[in-house]
């Protein structure tokens, strides 16, 4: 089955600043990488997803790109803010049986 | 348009009893995903109904089942429960996904604290 690594677990950046969340998978079948944000309390919401056709995907201060040759994909947030602060989890699947495999989140934390 | 909703809110139980949690798709949803989301272990698959059938579980022991009814809602039985059950129980939905990859909505969860 799918595999997804996640990385860093935590992560910490002063307002203003850029910050990137790093995932790899194992399944080369894998086709649609959604990435969720879950603040705390609060269940978990899509934010931004990528499907493997494309090489990159913006909305506004949220980018990701996918490197299906390596098998990994990015979270990339510009001039973050305090309310960025939250866990985000990446995931990985594929269409027919689709159950996406999440990874273990990472700890983002915006120093004001 | 109402979201997936989940109860109860929370549940304490002690070891060796059964609880049970419920969770409403969105409407149009066919599919319902249960994840269990324990403390710094991210979202682990549970369950995956689709159309009133079990179409794939995780990595967890039989005593996690549940079902899906005719109007797409589910429930999560855990039996036996064991103090590491404890946990925040996420259900989602999404539309069929024998038709592909589909965006999945998550409820705001179920905790769950085994004494």
């Known amino acids: 089955g799918e595999n997804v690594e996640q990385h860093p677990s935590t992560l910490s950046v002063q307002e203003g600043d850029s910050a990137v969340i790093k995932c790899t998978y194992s399944?080369?079948?894998?086709?649609?990488f959604p990435w969720y944000k879950q603040e705390l309390g609060k269940r978990p919401q899509l934010i931004i997803d990528?499907?493997?056709?494309?090489g990159e995907k913006k909305d506004q201060r949220i980018a990701v790109t996918l490197n299906k040759t390596a098998k990994h994909f990015s979270l990339h947030i510009t001039e973050t803010q305090p309310e960025d602060s939250a866990v985000y989890f990446c995931?990985?699947?594929?269409?027919?049986?689709?159950?996406?495999?999440f990874g273990r989140g990472t700890s983002l934390i915006v120093h004001p | 348009e109402a979201g997936v909703t989940q109860s109860p809110t929370h549940l304490i139980k002690t070891r060796g009893q059964q609880a049970t949690l419920r969770c409403s798709p969105i409407?149009?949803?066919?599919?319902v995903y249960w994840y269990q989301q324990a403390l710094g272990l991210g979202l682990q698959f549970l369950l995956w109904?689709?159309?009133?059938?079990?179409?794939n579980r995780g990595n967890f022991p039989p005593r996690f089942s549940g079902r899906q009814f005719p109007n797409y809602s589910s429930e999560l039985n855990v039996n036996a429960l064991e103090l590491e059950d404890s946990a925040l129980y996420l259900c989602?939905?999404?539309?069929?996904?024998?038709?592909?990859?589909?965006?999945?909505?998550f409820g705001a969860g179920s905790r769950l604290t085994v004494l």
């Open positions: 989602a939905s999404s539309f069929g996904s024998f038709s592909g990859a589909n965006v999945l909505t």
């Open positions: 399944d080369s079948a894998s086709n649609y």
């Open positions: 990528i499907r493997s056709n494309v």
């Open positions: 995931a990985a699947g594929s269409g027919g049986s689709y159950i996406p495999t």
């Open positions: 409407s149009g949803h066919t599919s």
């Open positions: 109904y689709d159309e009133g059938e079990e179409r």
